[in-house]
């Protein structure tokens, strides 16, 4: 796969005070805390500009600010209990998760991505025989890693409680040595225009390193998301070999992605 570069999706110098507010509540949802230095530069407005974000996401009852920063709210236990955060449409995940790891077969080597669909694929490869599965995702790996005859392998770096993830510059690292058949990648967000996009830019650099380690790359997302555009932008859409939604699709957008080379999968 070629370079792609790390880029906004949007000028963001233009964003209005609601869109970016959504934007670094997403953001947050993702990482689980941020700097206030490290929106500011983001979204390339004022440190005081971002404490009023803040201040109002935590009026709506969202996160908690802390000196320097926010976090985000979430329920007592709810990493403890390997809940993930983005439960919607999950009628829709589950299906894209029967059709996705209907495509693993026996003493194959995959990587899963962190999310809910890709949880989704998990849950279905448990009959197969003699998997090695590499996963950025500690609850892919407590599910997987008890299934007798799989290799379930881990990088290390910096745990995010929201996705249930490992990230960082060492699961980058890690990524390097790899060699799969198979990527199944989860994403915020993927239009023909906008591409591949996401919340932060944590994870954007171990999504590439997954890429690259991969031989055949699968985007695993609900229709929901098509259109839908994100913070940063990973790619284009030839970043993806085959793309696993559900048919809530529309025609126009199944032309749109098999003009770009992109096979399509409905799930039922």
Known sequence: MSEKPLTFTEDITGLLAEPRRRKI?????????????????????????????????????????????????????????????????????????????????????????????????????ADRHNLTVITNALNIAIILGAIPGFAVHLPGGQFKSPTLSISGDKAVEYFHNIYAGKLFLATAGVGPESGLTYPSFADLELKKAMINAASHVYLVADSTKINKSSFTRLGALELIHTFVTDDGISDRDAREFALRGIELLIAD
Do not use: C, Y
């Not at 947050?28 to 803040?54: N, P």
């Not at 709506?60 to 439960?87: C, F, K």
């Not at 998760?97 to 899963?112: H, Q, S």
């Open 25 to 125: 509540l997403e953001w947050l949802q993702e990482e689980g805390s941020a700097r206030v230095r490290d929106l500011s530069a983001a979204f390339q407005v004022s440190e005081a500009t971002i404490r009023q974000d803040l201040e109002r996401l935590e009026r709506d009852g969202h996160i908690s600010r802390e000196h320097g920063g926010a976090h985000l709210n979430r329920t007592p236990g709810q990493p403890g209990a390997m809940v993930l955060q983005h439960m919607e449409n999950m009628d829709r995940k589950r299906r894209i998760g029967a059709r996705a790891a209907a495509l693993v077969g026996d003493g194959e080597t995959i990587i899963l991505d962190a999310g809910t669909t890709t949880t989704e694929v998990a849950t279905r490869l």
